[in-house]
């Protein structure tokens, strides 16, 4: 039934190729929702609207996705923050968009969304050592060591270091698993191996401590399952933790994220109460109060775009002080967001939207023993669920574009069961 649309599916392809080569990079010359807008033309010039229909029907995981947005668009209604509100229902366009047009099409070949996921993996490495290169550059023209480290680093690519961070644990992660299972996303080893501890490396300036744990779980995950089954328990426990005390030794040895180890040091161990004049970490203050804004506001929330408002609002009424490498602040002065992706979906619209969002993230995972790319998706749900409890992940374009992508074309896409109706059928 999609003979004579396979042109325009052709088309949709490669604006899914530009998405992917873009996505780390983020420029707003060259934008990579261009993409997204293009593609949904595409979609409309491939016409067989009705079949499209009869496959979103019956396709889970995208209507997940339209309940999760239709709950942005109702929060609007009754948001106080108006122009808030119509700011985020434009920024997660992309959770609509993308499970329309991928949710409702024959779903491409195997070795075709293999090759968009290799593609992400060589732009963002491309991206990270022209990150380098430029620190580097400016740091030779009389610029400081902070060049690179954390968001300086990320100066040309413009996608903050929370998400690039997630990002390089992704492509890391994929890199690693292919590799584990013969199956490498590159045919020289070499390359391979010089990715992965590329990837490493970034990590290390990256500055972004929820992901030097998510590269210890990773690595436990696959690596170890790996080795395990390659050399039996002992050599595997060996080789598991040289290799765990290596990456920690390199933490330790650069000054950037020595520090920020140190940080958390001091954080942790002012928890209940400042001690030797250090504060602990924000979060603990935010969390605090939105928990409380929560339970005030269950069953439909603050309403789209008005949560970060209210959580400001009671922050005035805590005293704890920071420092910001410059000059001390309180809490209220920054304009804090939630730091927790779960926390900021339920205070803005409520426990209907929360749980919708948990059914997005934990209901694939009953669904995926059989499917064609379950390591890929597993790995993607692991590094989202964790990454989203200390970031407000779906707040900037960053995290909405990497969410939305990649659990349409790992998760929606080839979910869609058309029988006789393949691409390569047709």
């Not at 190729?17 to 010359?29: D, G, K, N, T």
């Not at 550059?137 to 270091?161: C, E, H, I, S, W």
């Not at 690693?176 to 990715?195: D, E, H, M, S, T």
Request: charged residues 15%; positive net charge; hydrophobic residues 55%.
């Amino acid at each position: 039934m999609f003979k004579d649309s396979k042109f325009w599916y052709r088309l949709i392809f490669f604006c899914l190729l530009y998405y992917a080569i873009l996505l780390p990079w983020q420029l707003q010359w060259l934008p990579a929702t261009l993409a997204m807008m293009v593609g949904g033309l595409f979609w409309i010039l491939a016409l067989d609207f009705k079949a499209k229909a009869r496959i979103l029907s019956s396709n889970m995981l995208a209507s997940l996705m339209f309940l999760s947005y239709i709950f942005v668009v109702v929060g609007a209604v009754y948001s106080p923050e108006s122009k808030e509100a119509g700011k985020e229902i434009f920024s997660k366009l992309p959770i609509l968009v993308w499970p329309l047009i991928l949710g409702s099409i024959p779903s491409f070949r195997k070795a075709e969304i293999g090759g968009l996921l290799k593609v992400f993996i060589s732009s963002t490495a491309i991206a990270m050592l022209v990150a380098f290169l430029y620190g580097l550059y400016r740091y030779q023209a009389g610029g400081m060591p902070y060049v690179f480290y954390f968001n300086d680093l990320l100066t040309l690519v413009k996608v903050p270091a929370h998400y690039m961070g997630m990002y390089i644990t992704f492509a890391y992660a994929l890199v690693l698993q292919r590799w584990a299972i013969g199956r490498p996303f590159y045919a020289k080893k070499w390359l391979n191996l010089v990715l992965l501890l590329f990837f490493a490396f970034s990590l290390v300036f990256i500055w972004v401590r929820m992901q030097y744990l998510l590269f210890f779980f990773v690595n436990a995950l696959i690596a170890m399952s790996y080795l395990k089954n390659k050399f039996g328990y002992g050599k595997a426990s060996l080789y598991f933790s040289l290799y765990s005390i290596a990456f920690a030794l390199l933490l330790i040895a650069i000054p950037g994220s020595r520090k920020r180890l140190t940080d958390t040091y001091n954080e942790l161990r002012s928890f209940n109460q400042m001690i030797d004049n250090k504060q602990t970490n924000p979060r603990k203050f935010l969390w605090a109060e939105g928990l409380v804004l929560v339970s005030d506001n269950l069953w439909w929330g603050l309403g789209t775009g008005a949560e970060n408002t209210a959580l400001n609002e009671r922050l005035e009424s805590v005293d704890a002080i920071f420092w910001d490498g410059k000059t001390t602040y309180q809490l209220y002065e920054m304009g804090f967001n939630y730091h927790n992706s779960y926390l900021q979906i339920f205070a803005a619209n409520g426990i209907w939207a929360f749980l919708t969002f948990l059914a997005l993230l934990f209901y694939p995972f009953f669904k995926l023993r059989k499917h064609p790319f379950r390591h890929e998706a597993r790995i993607f749900l692991f590094i989202i669920i964790l990454s989203f409890l200390t970031e407000s992940m779906l707040q900037r374009q960053a995290g909405v574009l990497f969410f939305s992508f990649f659990y349409t074309l790992l998760l929606v896409m080839p979910s869609a069961e058309m029988s006789a109706s393949k691409l390569e059928d047709s």
